[in-house]
């Protein structure tokens, strides 16, 4: 059983950061493309990024370009999501998800097609 667990979410100010973690059991997250992917209260599930091992690509959401930075530690099998320069606008539930099928990442970040979802882990930003 693949699951995905979050964690790094909370309160923040903007301006500031956050570190968000995805680790993973009963899979190698090597193997998958890992999408980072945000809902906000009322809106729909956007995603953030896209990150893919099989053709080594990165890809943004234009709203979080410059400022979040996707990596990953194979020996913790876990993938993080650096957010720095947080604004008002990026409070909302972020969920990690993966996709073992290859050529996943495009530049336009989809929500389709991804085979194990987190449960996801809380980001508010304010003052």
């Known amino acids: 059983q693949v699951q995905l667990v979050e964690s790094g979410g909370g309160l923040v100010q903007p301006g500031g950061s956050l570190r968000l973690s995805c680790a993973a059991s009963g899979a190698t997250l090597e193997y998958y493309a890992i999408g980072w992917f945000r809902q906000a209260p009322g809106k729909e599930r956007e995603g953030v990024s896209c990150?893919?091992?099989?053709?080594?690509?990165?890809y943004y959401a234009d709203s979080v370009k410059g400022r979040f930075t996707v990596s990953r530690d194979s020996a913790k099998n876990t993938v993080y999501l650096q957010m720095d320069s947080l604004e008002p606008e990026d409070t909302a539930v972020y969920y990690c998800?993966?996709?073992?099928?290859?050529?996943?990442?495009?530049?336009?970040?989809?929500?389709?097609?991804?085979?194990?979802w987190g449960k996801g882990t809380q980001v508010t930003v304010s003052s």
């Open positions: 998800a993966a996709a073992i099928v290859q050529g996943m990442c495009v530049p336009v970040i989809h929500v389709f097609g991804y085979d194990y």
């Open positions: 990150d893919s091992t099989d053709d080594d690509m990165t």
